[in-house]
């Protein structure tokens, strides 16, 4: 090993002990909300505007008529995204109330670097090897 990549690999280990157990948990769950696709269709959406929970099932299921979003789903990826405090539930007190759905300020700046992330896939990264590609 390196004097440069022990560096690293120092600098590292010291930020992990410095930011504890509770930073390495966050950047797991946003990293595994970034694994999500229902997760980050649903920020992409909700970076458009505001919306109620019908109307973001309906506009999901017309973006992918195939794999259509269960109601459960959409409400577990809804829940999940708000406790990571990326979105926000708004209850509109009315003879019928109305929830709808944003993104926090935090949601923007996420969903903008996933938009960076989406754009360097399409531009900079090569589609993955099939297994035959590989065997070869």
């Known amino acids: 090993m390196h004097d440069e990549q022990q560096?690293?690999?120092d600098r590292?280990?010291?930020?992990?002990?410095?930011?504890?157990?509770?930073?390495?948990?966050?950047?797991r769950a946003v990293f595994g909300l970034l694994g999500d696709k229902w997760a980050i269709l649903?920020?992409?959406?909700?970076?458009?505007?505001?919306?109620?929970?019908?109307e973001l099932r309906?506009?999901?299921?017309?973006?992918?008529?195939?794999e259509r979003i269960s109601q459960r789903i959409l409400t577990l990826k809804l829940r999940g995204l708000e406790r990571l405090q990326v979105i926000e539930r708004h209850v509109t007190e009315a003879a019928l109330p109305r929830v709808n759905y944003a993104l926090t300020s935090a949601g923007v700046q996420m969903t903008g670097q996933v938009r960076g992330i989406i754009d360097w896939i399409a531009s900079d990264l090569p589609p993955p090897r099939t297994a035959s590609e590989d065997d070869g």
């Open 7 to 9: 560096a690293a690999l």
């Open 42 to 54: 649903i920020l992409l959406v909700l970076n458009t505007g505001p919306m109620r929970h019908a």
């Open 12 to 27: 590292l280990a010291d930020e992990i002990r410095h930011g504890g157990a509770g930073l390495h948990d966050h950047v």
């Open 58 to 66: 309906r506009t999901l299921d017309a973006m992918f008529p195939s």
